[in-house]
């Protein structure tokens, strides 16, 4: 079976090129993303295998199934970028990576907390430059203070565990409450008016797009901390931008970003990028912002490889679609 990858890297092919050949599966990379235009690319192939940022709209759907492919692979968790109706219509199977490091990017997103809370990244900036003044690198302890976790799967549990590593006082809200869990659940509101970290572990959907918007960071204590590695669009670019001018955060650690499909995974030091909300963001002081990297480690892309070129020998060997997104 041929398998047309999208959005690839030098390091997917490292990570998928062994367990594809071992599967007996046919494999090319190609560097571009999925859209309408590209869905071409896949003529003749069984299945496609994307990231993120690839469009996998209604369009796009109709061109891949007219192209004879059958097969979606995500080689991620989230799937706001594939139309499923359009894909269920079409009989193609769409299939994630539900689970494959919560621990990586919970991590990650502790580290931005820490890195926005005692300006790390700034530190890092005047040491290089032999300015050895700690003036303006003043944070707070975090020990006591209050978490707010918006979303408590996979990744959220393993988020609450390192916030009460750090003795904090963790109070969560999920639609979906996990009764068999030690969490303290509250309402969405008490979220934002209590706590001094907050962190978004939900998947983008249509209830949680901007749920970080002008109302709830009114709501929010002057000075907190906004933590965001789940979806750029979780959060309105623009209501984030009036709290930033307005000195609202302490601190905020972004790994994701509405445009980012634009912009992130690639190169573009020697362009003259124009968006200037992306631009402001990357210029405030108390802003960390990274390109999508909080999946990024050895076990992560292993786990995901291995998931990923599973959920389609499954597929290929007709048994259970354990990982089929409906
Ligand atoms: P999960 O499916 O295990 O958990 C998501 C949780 O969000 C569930 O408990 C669900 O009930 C809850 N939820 C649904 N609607 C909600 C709402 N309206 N408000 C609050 N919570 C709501 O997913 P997992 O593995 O924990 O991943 C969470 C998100 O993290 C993914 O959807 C993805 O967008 C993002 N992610 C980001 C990565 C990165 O590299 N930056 C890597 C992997 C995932």
Redesign the pocket.
């Known amino acids: 079976m041929k398998i047309a990858f999208y959005d690839t890297k030098p390091y997917d092919k490292i990570w998928f090129e062994p367990i594809a050949r071992e599967k007996g599966f046919e494999i090319t990379f190609h560097e571009s993303k999925l859209n309408e235009n590209t869905a071409v690319l896949a003529y003749g192939y069984d299945a496609v295998c994307i990231f993120?940022n690839d469009d996998a709209g209604e369009k796009a759907v109709n061109k891949l199934a007219d192209y004879g492919v059958k097969v979606i692979l995500l080689r991620?968790?989230?799937f706001?970028n594939v139309n499923l109706k359009a894909a269920e219509k079409r009989g193609i199977k769409v299939m994630r990576v539900?689970?494959?490091s919560?621990s990586?990017?919970a991590e990650?997103t502790m580290g931005l907390i820490l890195a926005v809370n005692r300006k790390i990244h700034r530190a890092y900036v005047r040491t290089r430059d032999f300015n050895f003044s700690i003036n303006g690198l003043m944070g707070i302890d975090l020990n006591g203070k209050t978490a707010g976790v918006?979303?408590?799967?996979?990744?959220?549990?393993e988020m609450i565990k390192i916030l009460k590593g750090f003795s904090m006082n963790v109070i969560a809200?999920?639609?979906?409450p996990?009764k068999d869990l030690d969490i303290n659940y509250v309402d969405?509101d008490t979220i934002f008016k209590e706590s001094d970290v907050i962190t978004l572990?939900?998947?983008?959907?249509k209830?949680?797009r901007h749920?970080i918007n002008e109302k709830s960071i009114n709501m929010m204590k002057d000075d907190v901390i906004l933590a965001n590695?789940?979806?750029g669009g979780l959060v309105d670019t623009q209501a984030l931008i009036e709290g930033l001018n307005k000195n609202k955060f302490a601190g905020v650690g972004l790994?994701?970003y509405e445009e980012e499909d634009e912009y992130f995974f690639e190169d573009l030091s020697n362009e003259n990028v124009t968006d200037t909300d992306l631009i402001k963001l990357t210029a405030y002081r108390n802003v960390i912002l990274t390109s999508?990297?909080?999946?990024?480690t050895k076990e992560a892309m292993m786990a995901i490889a291995e998931v990923t070129m599973e959920n389609m020998e499954a597929y290929r060997d007709g048994e259970n679609l354990n990982n089929l997104i409906k």
Do not use: M, W
């Open positions: 993120v991620c968790a989230g706001n539900p689970s494959y919560p990586s990017v990650y918006i979303g408590t799967g996979k990744i959220g549990q809200y999920d639609p979906y996990n969405l572990h939900c998947p983008l959907t209830e949680t749920i590695t789940s979806r790994d994701v999508h990297q909080a999946f990024f």
